[in-house]
């Protein structure tokens, strides 16, 4: 079975060939839409769009990560009157995690106007700065059921000015059991308004839902379309003095190019360096300890893919955006589920499948619980004992990083590394990777197989016109 979860930020769902200028949307959407990066529809938003800007009520379905935000908050934007003062737009969505994703989008395409307020509200937090905001003025509203219910016992949240009801994850939501929560919420809504539902799946409650609340709802469904980010999540159960060697069986097994493996403390960190590197890894760390300089290096290596495992506490990876990176590894289970899928989230991205595969002590299993709720999925669970008797050749990264000591100070520019390795050098294109200069130093890497080779000829030629150092960064 395959868990996807909703992306955190990247632009992953996979494009139509059509574009966004065929939709009657206001040219500040649009130009929004290419500053974003999203030139074309995805194939919900195809579908979707174009009844939904119609004024349809809509029952759209499509997995996650094909866009579906983007589908309904194109259309509330599109009728957004900003000059009114009231919510024009109530969005349920199952749990904080997921409201604040879809705050964050729609907060995203509203950019060209600078004065529509977008509030989540949702639990976990107090109400009072919540009703703060809602007295200055908010023209969006996200939340989770249970809080939005609190707001209008209170009279905070009033709906009589809004236009369109949005029902997103509508499967997620009568999961956790909102029915009784979400028909009162809609109860609440003027009757003349737009319902929009958008579900992963389509289960029996949702139809059950849309009689109730829809009006000659349009359909649109697309079941087997590719899937945007694609994050495959499995549990494994180890004891406590297997951990560290496990992460070894499953890089063995999986062979991903790159991988992050988060542990919960530096100590674990370092034990984990220490024993992946005893079975032949190329691994590093990321530790505060290290200097900004020596930070940069492990980076390059790893984003350059000369290095085949990146190991690091939640903390050391802070910021860390690592296009290509084909799994993560919970060495931990992490105790905040929160944190759990901004982990998980940095994998899968682009198209790219992804693994992300936790190990999990009994004591861990009620974490892994509140990880399953909260992505409305159920824990996919295998044993280590299946993989042990594959493949046993080394990982080997396919690049390696090469340092030439010389960087912007002495005006080198990457197309003076690769003009210097596929110039006089005779190397091709293909056998140079990523090429970063800094301060002091350019970091160019190179195809494995050639690295000796290009070590000997960048030191023998120029580079700029230069005798230059240069070294391979090995460990
Ligand atoms: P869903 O709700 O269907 O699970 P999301 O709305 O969260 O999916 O979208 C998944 C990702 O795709 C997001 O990162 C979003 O920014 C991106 N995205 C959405 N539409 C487009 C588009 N037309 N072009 C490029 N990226 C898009
Ligand atoms: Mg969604």
Redesign the pocket.
Known sequence: MTN?I????????S?TGRS?NELPLPPGIQAT?QQ???????P??AASLPLALAGHDLIAQ??????????FALALLTRLNPRRFAVQALVLCPTRELAE??TQ?IR?LARFEDNIKILALCGGTTMRPQMTSLEHGAHIVVGTPGRIIDHLDRESLKLDALNTLVF??ADCMLDMGFYDDITFVAKRCPAERQTLL?S?TYPEGIARLARQFLRNPQEVKLLEQHE??KIRQRFYEVKHEERLHAVGILLKHYRPVSTLAFCNTKQQCRDLLEVLHAEGFHALTLNGDLEQRERDQVLIQFANRSCSVLVATDVAARGLDIAQLEAVINVDVTPDPEIHIHRIGRTGRADEDGWALSLCSTADKRRVASIAQMMCSEPEWHGLNALQNGDDAPLVPPMVTLQILGGRKEKIRPGDVLGALTGEAGFTREQVGKITVTEQSAYVAVARDIAVEAVRKLSAGKVKGKTVKVRALED
């Open positions: 996807t909703p992306p955190s930020s990247p632009p992953a769902a494009a966004f839409l974003l990066g999203y030139l074309n529809m995805t919900i938003q499509a997995k996650t990560g094909s866009g579906k935000t983007a589908a994703q879809v989008e995203r997103d994850e958008f992963a945007g980010s």
